[in-house]
């Protein structure tokens, strides 16, 4: 079996150079076709083309689905260049949900997967998004589990669920370091001046400091007024003998 770094590069390295050459969808999705087929080992009889979705009195088409015993991947392909938003989304969303399939990737200029927990009443989510950058680790993890040899419903399910559980953390560490950040960051101030006392140094130097001294919040990083903060409340409070 093929690494999927290896698969994810090589599908990279074929189709980074299409995503600006101004293709139309049917000609870029020809191109995703064969790459399914080159690189992760899919062939005609897995590969649907134009599924029909009955729509209230429409008839649509899902331009791609992957097809193997007890698992089905529904693919909404768009141009290279359109912007993959909510319109896009509830697209495949509506597909997924009417042709029963609990995976499902939008795919143009990026990447992005959406699962079904069939388990809640809740529409399928997105649990990831990335470009085509072959050093993508959320691209090769999907590569994994997209090779024809590899491709099952527990497989898939893993997959999403643990996206999931990472967004659940990374959504974690932020609402924590926006409570840490709330009112000129007192909550940091207060583990500071807990850990001071406990150190041995005075209540009311550390008191008299930790007043003059602002926590910034700026793009990607939390941090003190004065770079030599913590330095200057241990100089300025002192320790008690």
Request: net charge negative; hydrophobic share 40%; charged share 25%.
């Amino acid at each position: 079996m093929v690494a999927g770094s290896e698969m994810w590069a090589n599908l990279c390295h074929n189709l980074a150079p299409l995503l600006t050459a101004g293709l139309s969808e049917e000609v870029f999705q020809k191109v995703f076709e064969a790459q399914l087929k080159t690189v992760f080992g899919w062939d005609d009889a897995g590969m649907q083309v134009k599924i029909p979705v009955p729509m209230g009195r429409s008839l649509k088409q899902a331009d791609l689905m992957l097809v193997a015993p007890g698992a089905r991947v529904v693919i909404e392909m768009k141009r290279p260049g359109l912007e993959l938003g909510s319109n896009e989304a509830g697209q495949l969303i509506s597909y997924m949900r009417i042709l029963g399939t609990r995976f499902g990737l939008l795919v143009g200029s990026r990447i992005k997967v959406f699962y079904d927990d069939d388990s809640t009443d809740e529409n399928p989510v997105e649990v990831a998004d990335f470009a085509f950058d072959a050093g993508s680790e959320g691209g090769i993890e999907l590569a994994n589990v997209l090779e024809r040899n590899a491709f099952t419903e527990p497989r898939l399910r893993d997959y999403c669920v643990e996206r999931i559980k990472r967004q659940q953390s990374a959504k974690a560490l932020l609402d924590l370091k926006n409570r840490l950040l709330a009112d000129n960051g007192q909550r940091i101030k207060d583990i500071v001046k807990a850990k001071l006392i406990q150190d041995g140094y005075k209540e009311a130097g550390i008191d008299s400091l930790l007043d003059g001294i602002a926590i910034l919040r700026e793009p990607g990083e939390v941090s003190l007024s004065s770079r030599s903060a913590l330095d200057s409340i241990y100089r300025t409070a002192g320790q008690s003998q």
